[in-house]
């Protein structure tokens, strides 16, 4: 799967914006969702999203990575313990 969502992003030292080619399974479309860059991985947790009928919102309690040097994303399994 090729994921296209994600846009691109700004290098500061250079001023310029590139657009990668982003591939692996990405995360579905969403706000509120917690990140964090860590060396080259980009951690994606959670937030909330729209149902597919798009009257209904939908929770996540999923994690992502993005690795930034070689732009692959991978979803990470997360388990629960109540």
Same mark, same amino acid.
């Given at each position: 799967m090729?994921?296209?969502s994600f846009n691109g992003y700004? +290098? +500061?030292a250079s001023h310029t914006w590139i657009t990668p080619n982003v591939r692996g399974d990405g995360p579905e479309?969403?706000?509120g969702h917690g990140a964090?860059?860590?060396g080259k991985r980009l951690f994606i947790y959670g937030g909330c999203g729209?149902?597919?009928d798009n009257y209904h919102e939908v929770y996540y309690e999923d994690l992502y990575i993005l690795n930034t040097?070689?732009?692959l994303h991978?979803?990470?399994?997360v388990? +629960?313990?109540l």
């Open positions: 090729t994921y296209t700004h +290098i +500061i479309a969403r706000e964090a860059l860590v729209k149902s597919s040097g070689n732009f991978q979803q990470v399994l388990m +629960i313990m």
